[in-house]
């Protein structure tokens, strides 16, 4: 008898790490919470759950709600996310690199650190998310929304955000050489310290934006309307500063 239940009980301990065996998500799943895992991978969803240090590589998590769900560290690298709903999650230092995130709602989630490089996050919801010290470089941020935004001393270089609302972002330190941004709304974005060399900022509104310490070199702002905005040596721009701060 006394046999029997050691039995079921090591049977009832071992079914859910035999469960994640079968399951196949490779070598970082016994990090995960074996009972989330199991959850998310019975109904495609899991919101609010703990999933820390997942790898879903290359899977299809389009429209899934992870909503303030635990991602932290999680490989996410090359997965389909477009429409996934995201806001309020934990992806500190998770690796989102070429993820397709087209339309997915990222608003309020926690990236800092996270690896985007190359993803596709056109017409995406980041509004009011904590970028610091992410890895955007090539990405397509294109008609995204990032306003409000915390992207400082983050890599953006090479992206692509035209038509991109990024109202009021925080871009300190930021590296920005190499982006795309015709028809971006940066009015009221802090760019204090920003690279942004090389930048072609014509067809963008930059009024009231905060360019303390900015690295224009070579920059090409011809067009641009100034007025509102703090130039480089902390001055405020006044009444018709086009292309030039006056």
Known sequence: MVKTIRTARTLIFALPMLLLALAGWGSRAEAVDPMALIQFKANRNCPSCDLRGVDLHNADLSVINFAGALLN??????????????????????????????????????????????????????????????????ADLREANLEEANLTHADLSQANLNGANLSRAVFMTAVLTGVAVRGANLSGADMRGADLRGVDLNGTSLYQANLTGADLSGANFNTVNLTGTIWVDGRRCGENSFGICR
Do not use: P
Request: net charge positive.
């Open 73 to 138: 560290s999680a490989n996410f690298h090359m997965a389909n996310l477009r429409r996934a709903d995201l806001h309020t999650a934990d992806l500190r230092r998770a690796n989102l690199g070429e993820a397709d995130l087209n339309l997915a709602n990222l608003s309020k989630a926690n990236l800092r650190g996270a690896v985007l490089n190359n993803a596709n996050l056109s017409q995406a919801n980041i509004r009011a998310t904590d970028l610091r010290s992410a890895n955007l470089g090539g």
